[in-house]
């Protein structure tokens, strides 16, 4: 199907580019910013993609974290562009993704506790809570946002870096923990396929405590503008 080849290809480039996103300095200039051009994009034809193909094998967590990745790369992208940190209509155009996403979520968990295994489509309901949980939380970042109106620099790359860096956990997750039966066969069931997905939450806790709360190696306070190694709350 052209539509599972589009969105395996764009999965690829999107793993790629994010990776060179997340190794690159200098946010907003250089090798950043076009590994997050290509990464914005890829993301997004891979996140449309997985919705669509859904319809073929209906999969509720899927469709969910594909509703969800795609608002958690538009609003991250969002705040990069938006220097001044005010509240605009880009921002609030995604809002009725994060409850659409959180619905769906939770929808596919209380449909779960419904059954006798607590399982729907073969997920557990806590899968579904966990993933729901999360897009509520970033759902009540957002309307935080409206009610304050504006961000800070720092509030705002640490918006840019979180969503950015959990929509490719959720990617990199996806891949080898989710698909682990058909791509990675072989490897069934190893631990070594966690890696990906410990890494890249290790390195957004890492740059969220810098960014938000800590000081730099120099004393320093955190940057309020660019320089952060990678994608800003």
Do not use: C
Not at 112 to 129: D, H, I, N, T, W
Request: glycine letters at 8%.
């Amino acid at each position: 199907m052209p539509l599972l080849v589009l969105h395996i290809a764009s999965g690829f480039v999107a793993l790629l580019s994010g990776l060179v996103a997340m190794s690159s300095r200098k946010a907003g200039t250089g090798r950043h910013a076009q590994a997050g051009n290509y990464y914005y994009l890829s993301m997004s034809l891979m996140t449309v993609s997985a919705a669509i193909l859904t319809l073929w094998e209906p999969d509720r967590l899927t469709l969910g974290a594909a509703i969800w990745t795609f608002y958690l790369v538009h609003t991250s992208r969002s705040a990069a562009l938006n220097r001044s940190g005010q509240v605009d209509a880009s921002w609030r155009w995604t809002l009725p993704l994060g409850m659409l996403a959180t619905a769906v979520f939770m929808h596919g968990g209380w449909v779960a506790l419904s059954e006798p295994k607590q399982e729907f489509q073969g997920m557990s309901a806590v899968a579904f809570f966990v993933f729901g949980s999360g897009a509520l939380l970033s759902l009540l970042f957002d309307l935080s946002l409206f009610w304050r109106a504006r961000l800070t620099q720092r509030q705002r790359i640490a918006r840019h870096l979180w969503r950015m860096v959990a929509a490719y956990f959720l990617a990199v997750t996806s891949l080898f923990l989710g698909q682990q039966d058909d791509v990675f066969p072989f490897m069934a069931g190893s631990p070594v396929l966690l890696l990906p997905s410990i890494f890249t939450l290790v390195f957004l806790i890492f740059w969220i405590v810098r960014v938000r709360f800590a000081r730099n190696w120099l004393g320093a306070t955190a940057p309020r503008t660019g320089g952060v190694a990678a994608v800003g709350n």
